[in-house]
C-alpha cells in the first residue's frame, strides 16, 4: 500500500557539531573524553572534519533526495570567552545554511546539542540559573546573525539527557550523582529554552522555535506503573509542559523503556538490541508522538531524530520501514506531525561510546574522511523524493 504523506512534510537527517566537525577542543565535552576517569572510550579528534568538508556533505544530503539537514552550532566557537563572540564562527554557520538553501535544504539548526563551552562550566554549567541568562544572550547574538537564513530553529538538544546523564547517572559531564540537583538542572534548562524561545523569536526572520526532546515508549509491566510515572515525571513531563505554546516540539525517540515494581528494567528477553544496548523496537517512535502531542496540547510535532546504531545496514532499512507505519498512523489520526529527520546523516562520535556506534547513512573512513552512502540513504531518500511510503503488507 503506497500511502502518502502531507504536502509540505519535511524529510531530512541531521548531526551535532561536535560529533562531526572535529577539533571542538573549547567546550566541556572535549575535557570530559580526555579524562582518565570519564567512562569515554576514546576522544572524538578530528571527528568527520565536517567543519571544513561541509560543503560536499551538504550537496550530498541534497542529491540523496532530502529537504531539511538539521544540524548545530558550537557555543564555544562563537562565544569562546564570556562576552566575546566571533564574527568568523557566525559567518561560518551562515554559510552552512546558505549552502543548505542553495540545495534546496532547509537549514534546521540547533542552538545547543550537549556542548558547553568551558567558561560556562567553570562558572557552575547547568546547576546555576545565570547560565540561562548566557544562553539567552548567546541565542540573541546568534540569532541576530542567522535568523534570516534559518528554516527552523531548536533551542535546546534533549535538555533531559544532559541533566540526567550528567547529574544523576555521571555519564557526562560534569559527572555528578544527585537527584536533587538534577531536578534544579532541569529547572535551569526549562528556564533557558524559555528565554531562547524568546530570544530567537526577536531576531530576524520567522524560523518557527521549539526544542527537541529525548523520548522514550515507556511501558509498565504489571506493578510498574508508578516507577514508570516518576521516572515520565523528570525525564519527559517537566519539558513537555515547558514546550506548551511552542511553534513545534521535537520528538528524538530510539526504543522503549521498561518499567518494573522496584524501577527500570533491562531488555526483554528475546528481543534484539542494537549497538547501543537498546532493544530493537521501532513501534516506540508512534508511543512517543502521541505522547508528545497530548501532553504538550497539541503543538505540532517534528521528528527531529530517529534512527539505529547498527553495522547492518539491511537491519537501517528495517528499522525505519516499521517506524514510518506510525508515522502515518498519527497523522491519520489526526496528529499535526510536520517531519522526520533520521539521525544521522554521518557515521560519526556517539559521545561516551566513540566511533564504535553507527548510526549513519553514509559511512565515514576516518583515515581518509571519505563518504560511502549505504543502501539505506538511497531507500531513504528515495521516499523523501516521493513523499510516499510503500507501506509493508504486515506493518
Same mark, same amino acid.
Given at each position: 500500500?503506497?500511502?502518502?504523506?502531507?504536502?509540505?512534510?519535511?524529510?531530512?537527517?541531521?548531526?551535532?557539531?561536535?560529533?562531526?566537525?572535529?577539533? =571542538?577542543?573549547? =567546550?566541556?565535552?572535549?575535557?570530559?573524553?580526555?579524562?582518565?576517569?570519564?567512562?569515554?572510550?576514546?576522544?572524538?579528534?578530528?571527528?568527520?572534519?565536517?567543519?571544513?568538508?561541509?560543503?560536499? +556533505?551538504?550537496?550530498?544530503?541534497?542529491? &540523496?533526495?532530502?529537504?531539511?539537514?538539521?544540524?548545530?552550532?558550537?557555543?564555544?566557537?562563537?562565544?569562546?570567552?564570556?562576552?566575546?563572540?566571533?564574527?568568523?564562527?557566525?559567518?561560518?554557520?551562515?554559510r552552512m545554511c546558505a549552502t543548505c538553501r542553495e540545495h534546496g535544504l532547509e537549514p534546521?539548526?540547533?542552538?545547543?546539542?550537549?556542548?558547553?563551552?568551558?567558561?560556562?562550566?567553570?562558572?557552575?554549567?547547568?546547576?546555576?540559573?545565570?547560565?540561562? +541568562?548566557?544562553?539567552?544572550?548567546?541565542?540573541?547574538?546568534?540569532?541576530?546573525?542567522?535568523?534570516?537564513?534559518?528554516?527552523?530553529?531548536?533551542?535546546? =538538544?534533549?535538555?533531559?539527557?544532559?541533566?540526567?546523564?550528567?547529574? &544523576?547517572?555521571?555519564?557526562?559531564?560534569?559527572?555528578?550523582?544527585?537527584?536533587?540537583?538534577?531536578? *534544579?538542572?532541569?529547572?535551569?534548562?526549562?528556564?533557558?529554552? *524559555?528565554?531562547?524561545?524568546?530570544?530567537?523569536?526577536?531576531?530576524?526572520?520567522?524560523?518557527?522555535?521549539?526544542?527537541?526532546?529525548?523520548?522514550? +515508549?515507556?511501558?509498565?509491566?504489571?506493578?510498574?506503573?508508578?516507577? *514508570?510515572?516518576?521516572?515520565?515525571?523528570?525525564?519527559?513531563?517537566?519539558?513537555?509542559?515547558?514546550?506548551?505554546?511552542?511553534?513545534?516540539?521535537?520528538?528524538?525517540?530510539?526504543?522503549?523503556?521498561?518499567? @518494573?515494581?522496584?524501577?527500570?528494567?533491562?531488555?526483554?528477553?528475546?528481543?534484539?538490541?542494537?549497538?547501543?544496548?537498546?532493544?530493537?523496537?521501532?513501534?516506540?517512535?508512534?508511543?512517543?508522538?502521541?505522547?508528545?502531542?497530548?501532553?504538550?496540547? @497539541?503543538?505540532?510535532?517534528?521528528?527531529?531524530?530517529?534512527?539505529?546504531?547498527?553495522?547492518?545496514? #539491511?537491519?537501517?532499512?528495517?528499522?525505519?520501514?516499521?517506524?514510518?507505519?506510525?508515522?502515518?498512523?498519527?497523522?491519520?489520526? @489526526?496528529?499535526?506531525?510536520?517531519?522526520?529527520?533520521?539521525?544521522?546523516?554521518?557515521?560519526?562520535?556517539?559521545?561516551?561510546?566513540?566511533?564504535?556506534?553507527?548510526?549513519?547513512?553514509?559511512?565515514? +573512513?576516518?583515515?581518509?574522511?571519505?563518504?560511502?552512502?549505504?543502501?539505506?540513504? #538511497?531507500?531513504?531518500?528515495?521516499?523523501?523524493? #516521493?513523499?510516499?511510503?510503500?507501506?509493508?503488507?504486515?506493518?
Open positions: 500500500m503506497m500511502r502518502r504523506f502531507p504536502p509540505g512534510f519535511v524529510w531530512g537527517t541531521a548531526t551535532a557539531a561536535h560529533q562531526v566537525e572535529g577539533g =571542538n577542543w573549547n =567546550n566541556d565535552w572535549w575535557a570530559w573524553e580526555h579524562d582518565p576517569s570519564s567512562p569515554c572510550e576514546e576522544p572524538s579528534g578530528d571527528a568527520c572534519d565536517h567543519w571544513h568538508r561541509y560543503p560536499d +556533505d551538504v550537496r550530498l544530503c541534497a542529491e &540523496l533526495g532530502f529537504g531539511a539537514y538539521r544540524f548545530s552550532l558550537e557555543w564555544s566557537r562563537i562565544e569562546p570567552e564570556e562576552g566575546e563572540f566571533s564574527r568568523a564562527a557566525l559567518d561560518h554557520y551562515r534546521i539548526v540547533t542552538f545547543h546539542h550537549f556542548t558547553t563551552p568551558r567558561w560556562v562550566a567553570a562558572r557552575g554549567g547547568w546547576a546555576v540559573p545565570e547560565t540561562a +541568562d548566557r544562553f539567552a544572550r548567546f541565542c540573541a547574538r546568534a540569532a541576530a546573525h542567522l535568523g534570516d537564513v534559518i528554516a527552523r530553529a531548536c533551542t535546546l =538538544n534533549e535538555p533531559n539527557i544532559v541533566a540526567t546523564m550528567g547529574y &544523576l547517572y555521571a555519564m557526562f559531564p560534569p559527572g555528578k550523582r544527585d537527584p536533587d540537583l538534577r531536578r *534544579r538542572v532541569n529547572e535551569v534548562f526549562v528556564d533557558a529554552h *524559555r528565554k531562547a524561545v524568546d530570544a530567537i523569536h526577536g531576531g530576524p526572520g520567522s524560523a518557527p522555535v521549539g526544542l527537541t526532546l529525548a523520548m522514550s +515508549d515507556n511501558q509498565a509491566v504489571p506493578g510498574g506503573e508508578a516507577a *514508570r510515572d516518576r521516572y515520565r515525571r523528570d525525564m519527559e513531563d517537566v519539558f513537555l509542559e515547558a514546550a506548551r505554546g511552542d511553534d513545534f516540539i521535537g520528538v528524538q525517540c530510539y526504543s522503549r523503556t521498561r518499567f @518494573g515494581r522496584e524501577g527500570m528494567l533491562g531488555p526483554e528477553n528475546g528481543v534484539r538490541t542494537t549497538q547501543m544496548g537498546y532493544e530493537f523496537w521501532p513501534e516506540a517512535l508512534e508511543a512517543t508522538i502521541r505522547r508528545a502531542a497530548a501532553v504538550t496540547g @497539541g503543538v505540532p510535532v517534528l521528528v527531529t531524530e530517529n534512527g539505529i546504531g547498527t553495522e547492518n545496514d #539491511a537491519e537501517r532499512i528495517e528499522y525505519v520501514a516499521r517506524a514510518l507505519p506510525g508515522v502515518l498512523a498519527c497523522l491519520a489520526d @489526526g496528529i499535526d506531525v510536520r517531519g522526520y529527520v533520521y539521525w544521522s546523516l554521518l557515521d560519526n562520535f556517539e559521545w561516551v561510546f566513540g566511533y564504535r556506534p553507527t548510526f549513519g547513512l553514509v559511512a565515514v +573512513d576516518r583515515a581518509t574522511q571519505v563518504r560511502t552512502p549505504k543502501p539505506s540513504a #538511497a531507500w531513504l531518500g528515495g521516499i523523501a523524493r #516521493a513523499n510516499a511510503f510503500d507501506v509493508p503488507a504486515t506493518a
